[in-house]
């Protein structure tokens, strides 16, 4: 059975570990996070943006999917199924499909609005024992080919909607989505301290949590960070091991062309990675 995400992240906050949020694409993605985190005994939350979902044919067949998944491989660690940076609509249609957590991201609102439809999602969202994760300012990255340094949320902000509260709360710290620049300047753990006082320890959410160093991703979460997304990280892995297979001919050799060979070294890489993250960056290996 999927579950809440607030209990895994709650004992992630007191445990000072984090639960990785892997964004899923596909099948091969849903079967192999699984995969890993089964392997290193990981709670995971599985993330899956509007953009992905429309691509897995909507939210209701997204359910069917990692549901059925989940059980034909005999999952036991606790796996959330969550909305990653959902609409306000987008939010309501997840908790009726079946998605056991949600993001509302209000973050493009004015604050005040962004506040009260935080606040009715997270009443709706608990209501029905689902967790949800609401975030404050912006959290940077790629537009219309413009990288930013990364935003940084204010604390003040978050202490209002961490009060209405929300289970777990994104809040820019210097973080990006996508590939980092070379210039970038790091996380700003001056802010992170100030937020993580103003909310009272609200376990917090790291987005974009691919490509950034180590020592940094283990300070934040020593810092408060309870929960760390991924995405880009899984994709880069996957398509350096599918081109490996390309371009060393196995497509060509045999029946190497049959998509259940043709994706399972991209697969395999996902496994891979996913346990090593598990593993040497979250802390989260054997907390299941
Ligand atoms: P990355 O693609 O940079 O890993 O970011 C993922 C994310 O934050 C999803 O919300």
């Known amino acids: 059975m999927l579950v809440s995400a607030a209990e895994m992240i709650n004992k992630a906050h007191e445990g000072h570990y984090a639960v990785p949020q892997y964004n899923i694409n596909n099948m091969e993605w849903i079967v192999s996070i699984l995969k890993g985190c089964e392997e290193t005994k990981s709670p995971v939350i599985l993330g899956v943006s509007e953009g992905a979902a429309k691509y897995m044919q909507g939210f209701k067949n997204v359910v069917a999917m990692v549901t059925q998944i989940h059980d034909n491989m005999g999952i036991t660690v606790p ?36 506040l009260a439809k935080s606040k009715e999602l997270i009443e709706l969202a608990h ?44 809040a820019g710290i210097g973080n990006i989505h996508g590939k980092y620049p070379a210039n970038w300047a790091g996380l700003s753990f001056d802010q992170l301290e100030k937020i993580q006082a103003s909310t009272n320890g609200k376990p917090l959410v790291l987005h974009g949590g691919s490509g950034i ?72 290996a054997g907390k299941a």
């Open 213 to 284: 160093p180590s020592e940094q991703v283990k300070k934040a979460i020593s810092m408060g960070v309870s929960k760390v997304n991924v995405n880009t990280e899984l994709q880069l892995e996957f398509a350096a091991a599918t081109r490996a297979y390309v371009e060393a001919g196995k497509d060509q050799q045999g029946k190497g062309y049959d998509p259940r060979k043709l994706l399972k070294a991209g697969s395999d890489a996902i496994v891979a990675k996913v346990k090593a993250m598990n593993t040497d960056f979250f802390g989260c």
């Open 79 to 114: 796996v959330a199924l969550h909305l990653d940076h959902g609409s306000y609509e987008g939010a309501k249609a997840c908790i009726e499909a079946g998605f056991t957590s949600i993001m509302f991201d209000g973050s493009h609102f004015p604050f005040e609005e962004n």
């Open 127 to 170: 209501s029905l024992g689902k967790s949800i994760e609401c975030e404050v300012g912006g959290i940077g990255g790629e537009e219309d080919g413009v990288v930013s340094a990364g935003e940084l949320a204010d604390p003040a902000e978050c202490a209002t909607i961490a009060n209405l509260g929300v289970d777990f709360l994104a």
